[in-house]
């Protein structure tokens, strides 16, 4: 098999594989297995593109993919988040991230943070 025939035999697979993705998302079918119907997305609208057990799949795998890496990274003084900016001194996280992170938890708290108590506050 020669180099342009493998090229081509790529992009061959590029378009068949969405082609049966599109096919699969409009039938609301699982775009990983094809078989279960797709889990509706968390928050926007419509489906997802996994059924919940290939979504839980893809979580853990991700998951160990993030505790493998993280140690190196976390050795290195590289943000253990996105791996790719410098970690904040004393911390593990970049500023990028730090942000991206309290804003995530700003819209995501179950229980909302009460306004603050001066009774609780102690002077040194
Ligand atoms: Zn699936
Ligand atoms: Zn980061």
């Known amino acids: 098999m020669s180099r342009a025939n493998a090229i081509s035999r790529s992009a061959y697979n590029r378009a068949y594989l969405a082609k049966r993705r599109a096919e699969l998302k409009a039938a609301g079918l699982c775009q990983w297995c094809g078989k279960t ?3 509706p997305s968390p928050r926007g609208k419509g489906l997802g593109c996994r059924c919940a057990e290939c979504a839980s799949l893809s979580a ?3 998951r160990a993919s993030m505790a ?6 976390n050795a290195l003084g590289i943000c253990s988040q996105c791996g790719t900016r410098q970690a904040m001194p004393r911390t593990h996280i ?4 730090a942000e991206r992170r309290s804003e995530y938890q700003a819209d995501h708290r179950k229980v909302p943070l009460l306004p603050r108590d001066p009774t609780l506050e102690t002077e040194p």
């Not at 493998?68 to 990274?73: E, F, G, N, S, V």
């Not at 970049?94 to 991230?97: D, E, P």
């Open 94 to 97: 970049c500023g990028v991230c």
């Open 68 to 73: 493998r890496k993280r140690p190196a990274w």
């Open 37 to 39: 119907p797709a889990k």
């Open 60 to 62: 853990s795998k991700s």
